[in-house]
């Protein structure tokens, strides 16, 4: 949520494990509230939500996935049928129209819905914090250590293994808690290794910041890789619908500019 928050500090953001109590208080607070976006709550019942797009890994679609403990799931497979939209994200920049043809195929949509393949976008490193001084960015990363702690940071090594010949990996599991014996373990990998900088994710780096473990010396040596979701040739087409719904269902329409 605060990485989200610190990229879009115009928008209202707000957490809460009862979607239906947190939308109710949302709506007392601004009167003026057009739309909510609900992150992961596809599972919720108690929520009708007027649209609905799934995402499904590209490595892991959820007609081959199990409920959780078992696998990732976190609903019914059969309750797919719920969604407007489909989207197939993480997709590798190699796959094939018959790679797209196949998943198709195996995910047995209704005519109803549509289906959308997603890619990894990676934009350019930025600083986690700005130096004291003026400094040489020219050699930045000559050998990085890369930092992370998500699910699958994969797409993520791949992509900076194409830029980067020498380089080192630190991977922690997903939403981890960094503890000060980790920060020894850093430490201990950033000097043993060589390595003249840290490579890390907008999502790990917001942890970073909210954390007195990770020192002000690391965090000038700290680099962050945005990410962003790419559709290719049909970012239009996915969100021309999306666009349709808000201004045909938004409580008031003064003031909506459906352009951003």
């Given at each position: 949520?605060?990485?989200?928050h610190?990229?879009?500090?115009?928008?209202?953001?707000?957490?809460?494990?009862?979607?239906?109590?947190?939308?109710?208080?949302l709506?007392?607070?601004?009167?003026?509230?057009?739309?909510?976006?609900?992150?992961?709550?596809?599972?919720?019942?108690?929520?009708?939500?007027?649209?609905?797009?799934?995402?499904?890994?590209?490595?892991?679609?959820?007609?081959?996935?199990?409920?959780f403990?078992?696998?990732?799931?976190?609903?019914?497979?059969?309750?797919?049928?719920?969604?407007?939209?489909?989207?197939?994200?993480?997709?590798?920049?190699?796959?094939?129209?018959?790679d797209?043809?196949?998943?198709e195929?195996?995910?047995?949509?209704?005519?109803?819905?549509?289906?959308?393949?997603?890619?990894?976008?990676?934009?350019?490193e930025?600083?986690?914090?700005?130096?004291?001084?003026?400094?040489?960015?020219?050699?930045?990363?000559?050998?990085?250590?890369?930092?992370?702690?998500?699910?699958?940071?994969?797409?993520?090594?791949?992509?900076?293994?194409?830029?980067?010949?020498?380089?080192?990996?630190?991977s922690?599991?997903d939403?981890?808690?960094?503890?000060?014996?980790?920060?020894?373990?850093?430490?201990?990998?950033?000097?043993?290794?060589?390595?003249?900088?840290?490579?890390?994710?907008?999502?790990?780096?917001a942890?970073?910041?909210?954390?007195?473990?990770y020192?002000n010396?690391?965090?000038?040596?700290?680099?962050?890789?945005?990410?962003?979701?790419?559709?290719?040739?049909?970012?239009?087409?996915?969100m021309?619908?999306?666009?349709r719904?808000?201004?045909?269902?938004v409580?008031?329409?003064?003031?909506?500019?459906?352009?951003?």
């Amino acid at each position: 949520p605060m990485q989200m928050h610190t990229k879009m500090p115009e928008v209202v953001l707000a957490v809460c494990e009862n979607r239906v109590y947190g939308v109710k208080r949302l709506k007392r607070m601004y009167n003026d509230l057009q739309v909510i976006v609900l992150d992961d709550a596809f599972q919720h019942r108690r929520i009708r939500c007027g649209m609905n797009i799934l995402l499904t890994a590209a490595d892991n679609l959820y007609v081959n996935d199990h409920l959780f403990p078992s696998g990732k799931l976190r609903d019914l497979r059969s309750s797919a049928l719920r969604a407007n939209m489909i989207v197939v994200s993480k997709c590798r920049e190699t796959m094939q129209p018959m790679d797209r043809r196949v998943i198709e195929t195996s995910l047995h949509m209704a005519s109803y819905q549509q289906l959308f393949f997603s890619y990894l976008s990676y934009g350019e490193e930025y600083r986690l914090v700005e130096p004291e001084q003026d400094t040489d960015d020219s050699k930045k990363h000559l050998h990085p250590l890369v930092l992370t702690a998500i699910e699958n940071p994969e797409p993520m090594l791949e992509y900076l293994k194409k830029r980067y010949a020498d380089m080192s990996v630190l991977s922690f599991a997903d939403h981890y808690k960094f503890k000060k014996s980790d920060l020894q373990q850093i430490r201990q990998t950033f000097e043993s290794q060589g390595c003249d900088s840290i490579i890390t994710t907008e999502k790990d780096a917001a942890r970073m910041l909210s954390t007195d473990i990770y020192t002000n010396d690391l965090r000038r040596k700290t680099w962050v890789l945005p990410v962003e979701v790419d559709f290719k040739d049909h970012a239009e087409r996915f969100m021309n619908p999306i666009l349709r719904y808000v201004s045909e269902n938004v409580r008031k329409m003064g003031g909506l500019n459906l352009q951003n």
